[in-house]
């Protein structure tokens, strides 16, 4: 028993109103034993029965990315299993960032998670990792990737080999080339993996669950538009013409707003993966390159250090103050818009571009950081389905993270536990 980290974990669990003072395991192994500090009564000795032998899955938690939103979604946990009946069973027993691990087969205390990594956390590779993955001893096991990194999304074809379930705020994987996608598609399905990624478009706003409903209920999509970046969002529901483009873009890069390098953000490309993630949830097949993509920084730009770029960037300002004052003279505006259809013969047309729009339009007048989602439908064809609300910040993108948590959690509650007979030949 000792050995059973799943078992040492539910144990602990099962005590944490008891706040034991140790758990130590018998000289032969054979045993997990709890030291308290008040004697043991019969209903904490009931309590603890009934959650040893229950039949439910127990799930194995590894939360790699540790910087802003994976902070906040750890320091939401606890509530969230004290809370969510989903959730009961879950336990954190891996910590990632980018160079260090904290791997505890008998559960980490989501209270101190993150002292206990700065304290424990070792350095470790890829493989060292995939082992341990392959080791554990949980019925589940989820990884939640709150990382920016393309090397860290390659694993997801070795977690879904070993069966293992992703939660993935990480664009790579959903945004990568269509033949590794559908690759990781085919290898979840295989191993029975699942993986869900709310929050790679629209942070915690349930796009995608939306989509899903649609998809499952019948109904046939034929086109979706919006405004998907809260960058561009802030920066054109903001600029007016009274600062410099170029003045307000230095502001939006000084409070966070933007990427360390802003031409991430003017390029187009976060908005252009993050519609060819939502053609994939339709079903469509499509790559990066049959999206058209208005790239907002000129040629002169492109190229240069990011500090050059800062220290030229009143070149932006012209182009920026001509597209204002041509729209301002139509009673319009500008935005950056992301727009894919299907003409009557299935024909696929796909772009994220500066647009100008009336005023009147519903893209026109958000709350600035807010995105859009517009989808038409067969069912939505005059008045088309429109959903919007913050589109990043710390708080709801950890909550859109919780959210696919729970979703996996519930459905694997579906699931029933394998009755293994060791010994019999």
């Known amino acids: 028993m000792a050995q059973r980290g799943d078992v040492k974990a539910r144990f602990k669990r099962s005590l944490k109103s008891a706040q034991p003072l140790c758990l130590v395991a018998s000289d032969n192994n054979h045993s997990v034993i709890a030291l308290l500090s008040e004697p043991c009564s019969t209903e904490l000795l009931n309590n603890v029965h009934h959650d040893m032998v229950k039949d439910s899955r127990h799930i194995g938690l590894v939360i790699a990315g540790l910087g802003n939103i994976g902070e906040r979604f750890i320091e939401l946990l606890p509530a969230q299993l004290n809370r969510i009946y989903a959730l009961e069973n879950i336990y954190v027993v891996g910590l990632l960032s980018s160079q260090k691990a904290l791997i505890n087969n008998d559960g980490i205390d989501v209270n101190k998670a993150l002292t206990l990594f700065k304290q424990d956390a070792q350095p470790y590779n890829h493989e060292q990792l995939l082992s341990w993955l392959s080791n554990h001893p949980y019925d ?20 879904f080999k070993q069966g293992i379930h992703v ?4 664009k790579w994987a959903a945004s990568s080339t269509t033949e590794h996608y559908n690759q990781l598609v085919n290898t979840a399905d295989k191993h029975h993996s699942l993986w869900l990624g709310n929050t790679t ?22 086109a979706i538009a919006g405004i998907f970046s809260g960058t561009l969002s802030w920066l054109f529901e903001t600029y007016n013409g009274s600062v410099a483009f170029s003045t307000l873009l230095l502001s939006a890069l000084e409070q966070g707003i933007t990427e360390p390098d802003p031409r991430e953000d003017l390029s187009g490309r976060d908005v252009q993966r993050k519609l060819l993630i939502l053609a994939r949830m339709f079903g469509f097949e499509l790559s990066a390159g049959d999206i058209e993509c208005n790239n907002l920084v000129p040629e002169s730009l ?28 139509k009673a319009c505006c500008i935005r950056y818009v992301a727009r894919l259809s ?19 339009d519903a893209f026109a007048n958000l709350t600035p950081c807010d995105n859009i989602f517009q989808i038409s439908s067969h069912w939505y064809q005059e008045n088309p389905l ?20 729970v979703n996996i959690c519930q459905q694997l509650a579906h699931k029933h536990n394998q009755v293994k007979i060791k010994g019999i030949n």
């Open 201 to 222: 478009v629209g942070a915690g706003l349930p796009i995608n669950y939306a989509i899903a409903d649609l998809n499952n209920s019948g109904d046939t999509i034929t």
């Open 167 to 170: 939660i993935g705020a990480n």
């Open 302 to 329: 492109q190229n240069v250090s990011k500090d050059e770029f800062l220290a030229r960037a009143n070149e932006l300002d012209d182009y920026f103050a001509s597209a204002l004052t041509d729209a301002n003279s």
């Open 140 to 159: 589940d096991l989820i990884v939640v990737d709150i990382t920016p990194s393309e090397e860290f999304s390659l694993l997801y074809q070795d977690f």
């Open 342 to 360: 299907v003409n009557e013969i299935g024909k696929l047309q796909a772009k994220v571009s500066l647009e100008v729009l009336p005023n009147t």
């Open 386 to 405: 429109i959903i919007r609300g913050p589109g990043a910040g710390r708080d709801v993108t950890a909550g859109g993270l919780h959210s696919d948590l």
